[in-house]
Every structure is written in structure tokens, then in C-alpha cells.
């Protein structure tokens, strides 16, 4: 069953703090988003080898299992969108739709040990892609669909906010 889209620009997480899962973008600098990163992927195996993990807590949430195939999915997209600012000009980014992409994807059908091993796979490389950023790229630009602006520097804050916010929401 599809859950009403999220239709809010997160952009803001770039400049205040998130009261729903804590984070806060003034506390985190470029050089801390890898571990970050790994931090986040390895917390993902045990709330996926939960008993409950396909069980929405309620009509309008994710269950544990669709989120984990989210925030694998968070990775690979900005994984492949750090690697075309860094490959082109300012490139404009295809838009993602993440609600169509968990129904034609059976988020909820896939199997929890699988989206954990992938999850944490896809976190190590983007976390690599990450880090191998030198210094003098972090001000590389790129384009979300909406016309919101990145760099790579404000890219990778905006992003891990994402998979934070969602081991958050696990949790609660």
C-alpha cells in the first residue's frame, strides 16, 4: 500500500538544526559525512534483523525494511550525483522519485538480509566516494530537478541528514 508522498523541500536541513532526529548541519563539517556515513550503515543490520521489520507502525510510515531499502537507495543516488559534479559542470540532476521508486521496487516484499548486506555495501562506496573529495572540488556545483543549488560541501550535509533522520524514525 503506497504512503502519502513526503512533498517538503529538506533543503532547510542545511541551515538549522532538525528537531524530529536531532541533527544539526553547524555541528557537521565535509570531513565528518564518511563516518558518518559508515556510522549510520552499521547501526542498519540489527533494525533489519528485527522481528518486526515489515511491519508499518502505522498506515502513513515506512516499517523498518522500506525504510533500510530507502536509505540504500539515498546512497547510490547521491553516490552517483557526487560523481557527475565532480565528472561535469554543474550538471542538473534526473529527478528521483523515491515514492514511485519504493512501490515499482516492492520495498516492501524485499527480504531484510539482503537490503542490509546491500545497504551496508552501498554506504562503503558512497562513503569512499566521499572522502576521496580533495579539498579544492568541495565547491563543485550541481543542480536538484527543483533548481536547488548544491555544492559538494553542502551536497554531503544535505544528504546524510537523510539516512540520520530515517534510523531516527526506525527507532521511534
Not at 525504510?67 to 534526473?94: C, I, K
Amino acid at each position: 500500500m503506497p504512503i502519502t508522498p513526503d512533498t517538503k523541500n529538506w533543503t532547510w536541513v542545511l541551515e538549522r538544526r532538525c528537531d524530529e532526529c536531532g541533527f544539526d548541519p553547524a555541528a557537521v563539517s565535509y570531513r565528518d559525512v564518511p563516518g558518518l556515513i559508515r556510522a549510520n550503515a552499521a547501526a542498519w543490520p540489527a533494525e533489519l534483523a528485527r522481528p518486526d521489520a515489515r511491519d508499518r507502525p502505522d498506515e502513513a510510515t515506512w516499517s523498518p525494511l522500506e525504510y533500510g531499502a530507502h536509505v540504500r537507495d539515498v546512497f547510490r543516488v547521491f553516490e552517483t550525483r557526487l560523481r557527475l559534479m565532480l565528472a561535469e559542470d554543474a550538471p542538473a540532476f534526473a529527478n528521483w522519485d523515491q515514492d514511485a521508486t519504493a512501490l515499482d521496487d516492492d520495498y516492501a516484499g524485499q527480504r531484510p538480509d539482503v537490503v542490509a548486506d546491500e545497504l551496508v555495501a552501498a554506504a562503503a562506496t558512497v562513503a569512499e566516494a566521499f572522502a576521496a573529495v580533495p579539498d579544492d572540488l568541495l565547491d563543485r556545483t550541481g543542480l536538484r530537478s527543483d533548481g536547488s543549488a548544491f555544492t559538494v560541501d553542502s551536497l554531503a550535509r544535505y544528504f546524510v541528514h537523510d539516512p540520520v533522520h530515517h534510523l531516527h524514525d526506525v527507532r521511534r
